[in-house]
């Protein structure tokens, strides 16, 4: 069995039972996609306005330079494109970095072209304003103060503009009023984006909470009406067996040998009959004990609905000792259901879940025997409309929601293709994320 390669999976509100995890942080917010995009617009922007200035209006700016700039802004662009997937997705931390650098080669460039006296200085406000939208309020001010300081260096120092004979020299009044104007617009705009996108995301986690918790009331609600059909179409059949077995009983003489067999089958009725009615009047208990539950069991339960006769599928732990307990989420049990299902549809013959575990990780590996993934649209699988079966139908939403449910209870996904052959799905969360508290840990272990 292929070993499952650690990773750095997102972090993401703890789960507890009546309790779901709805948002994971700032990080993993972003795709990598949009900000490149972003940036390609960003330089052709800058190129266009060098070579026009140069070229058109007459003004030698040290062009080298600072095409230079502008072209290790294009490396960075495209090694992000080689190294990562399209469907990539910044972490906090990644995200903050990205937009940094967006600062600093700004900079470095209104350095080479006049300092605060250059009104594209204006765009300092840009990744600011960027980061508040997307980012944490601690990277947003730690951005915000790089981007005063990058301002405050640029209205110190810079290579003056060639304004061509006699020159223009502008008043030292008028590069503070710049300075001020971009010190405040970074301050206060970034502020306002902030609150307006930390509002939207609250109202977008309130409606995902209302939304999950009116599914979870009515899973319930439906829970119960079948635990109470249930109690009423078996309460018949069980009360007449009742009433047979002491029938019989009366009949047959106190020294039958068949005396004790009725008696137990009387007891065991009535226990049947009385279990029937707890759940139908308190169907709510039922899931205290099915909270937690060890990791092979929980993807058994996943597993469960998808198996069939044609595909032989196959749940193998690989690491040592008891699995981890974990909460028996429905983002968990619907994602790695809907992984599995993929899976079995491709199979040729069979299908391998690999389960691993160790004092930081958890680990699942689904593995089939099919055809594997298509080159061309390996590195965005999981984005919506993304599919190898196109001509059957697909719409390619079942690996996005799988992938988005999974990604939301704090996991990573990553598809491959093998060099035995099939495919691969690799699931991991950090033990702490997904793991049940101490003191419900020995209630599951009989599992």
């Excluded at 649209?377 to 599919?387: F, K, Q, R, S, V």
């Excluded at 196109?390 to 990573?412: P, R, W």
């Excluded at 033990?431 to 508290?437: D, L, S, T």
């Amino acid at each position: 069995m292929t070993a499952l390669a650690p990773g750095a999976p997102p972090r993401a509100a703890a789960w507890t039972p009546g309790r779901l995890a709805l948002t994971v942080t700032a990080g993993r917010r972003l795709r990598l996609r949009t900000l490149v995009l972003i940036h390609w617009l960003a330089l052709a922007g800058q190129t266009l306005a060098l070579l026009f200035v140069h070229f058109g209006l007459g003004f030698h700016l040290p062009l080298a330079p600072a095409l230079s700039v502008v072209g290790i802004s294009v490396i960075v662009n495209l090694g992000s494109f080689a190294l990562f997937p399209a469907s990539y997705r910044l972490h906090e931390t990644g995200a903050g970095l990205y937009l940094g650098f967006d600062i600093v080669q700004l900079a470095v460039l209104l350095y080479l072209t006049g300092g605060l006296e250059n009104p594209f200085a204006l765009l300092f406000l840009v990744p600011v304003t960027i980061s508040a939208t997307i980012l944490s309020l601690r990277s947003t001010v730690a951005l915000g103060l790089l981007g005063v300081v990058a301002v405050t260096v640029l209205g110190l120092v810079f290579q003056p503009l060639p304004w061509g004979a006699g020159g223009l020299v502008l008043p030292t009044v008028y590069i503070a009023g710049t300075w001020a104007a971009i010190v405040l617009g970074i301050c206060f705009l970034s502020i306002y984006a902030w609150q307006v996108a930390a509002e939207t995301r609250r109202m977008s986690d309130a409606l995902g909470a209302t939304q999950l918790a009116l599914a979870r009331a009515q899973q319930l609600s439906a829970l119960g009406g079948l635990a109470a059909a249930a109690a009423h179409e078996l309460g018949t059949p069980l009360g007449t067996i009742v009433l047979v077995a002491k029938e019989i009983a009366r009949e047959l003489p106190p020294t039958s040998l068949l005396a004790e067999d009725i008696s137990l089958l009387v007891d065991q009725a009535e226990r049947c009959r009385d279990i029937l009615t707890r759940l139908s009047h308190r169907p709510e208990k039922a899931e205290d004990a099915f909270a937690y539950l060890p990791l092979t069991a929980l993807v058994d339960m996943a597993a469960s609905p998808c198996r069939r006769d044609t595909t032989e599928l196959t749940i193998t732990p690989v690491s040592d000792g008891a699995p981890p307990i974990i909460g028996r989420q429905p983002e968990i049990l619907h994602g790695l259901g809907n992984l599995i299902q993929n899976a079995l549809d491709f199979a040729r013959a069979e299908v391998v879940i690999a389960l691993a575990w160790d004092v930081n990780w958890i680990r699942i590996l689904v593995r089939d025997d099919g055809p594997g993934i298509r080159p061309e649209i390996i590195g965005a699988l999981g984005d919506p409309y993304i599919t190898s079966r196109a001509d059957q139908g697909g719409m390619g939403l079942g690996v996005f929601i799988a992938k988005t449910l999974l990604e939301h209870t704090g996991a990573q996904v990553t598809f491959a293709n093998p060099p035995s052959g099939g495919c691969e799905v690799a699931i991991q969360w950090r033990r702490g994320i997904v793991e049940a508290p101490p003191e419900r840990r020995s209630g599951s272990e009989q599992w």
